[in-house]
């Protein structure tokens, strides 16, 4: 079983910025395609950004040029940086894992943290 535990959401100003963290338990994190998710309330959960074990990455457009996601592999660590933040980006953001065989459906998801960006 592996443990997602996101980190770093909170309050910001709109145009600020956050780097919210997501720690994976267990040793084959490598092979993981990891994402970041995110649901605003009384919304669906919606895809924020993917990037795979090869470090190919892919944004919602709502978010490219803004979001980067980037991974540590060493450190079983997924990062999504957040610039030029929007009151519309304002949801509990979800770290997602997939393991081999991938497909569409992520296998571990975290419990989430919470990002208010106030206008």
């Known amino acids: 079983q592996v443990q997602l535990v996101e980190s770093g959401g909170g309050l910001v100003q709109a145009g600020g910025s956050l780097r919210l963290s997501c720690a994976a338990s267990?040793?084959?994190?490598?092979?993981?395609?990891m994402g970041w998710y995110r649901q605003a309330p009384g919304k669906q959960r919606d895809m924020v950004a993917i990037?795979?074990?090869?470090?190919?990455?892919n944004y919602a457009d709502s978010v490219k040029g803004r979001f980067t996601i980037s991974r540590d592999n060493a450190k079983n660590t997924v990062y999504l940086q957040m610039n030029s933040l929007k009151p519309e980006d304002t949801a509990v953001y979800y770290c997602?894992?997939?393991?081999?065989?991938?497909?569409?459906?992520?296998?571990?998801w975290g419990k989430g943290t919470l990002v208010t960006v106030s206008s």
């Open positions: 990037i795979t074990s090869g470090g190919t990455t």
């Open positions: 267990g040793s084959i994190f490598s092979i993981f395609r």
């Open positions: 997602a894992a997939d393991k081999p065989p991938y497909s569409a459906r992520m296998d571990y």
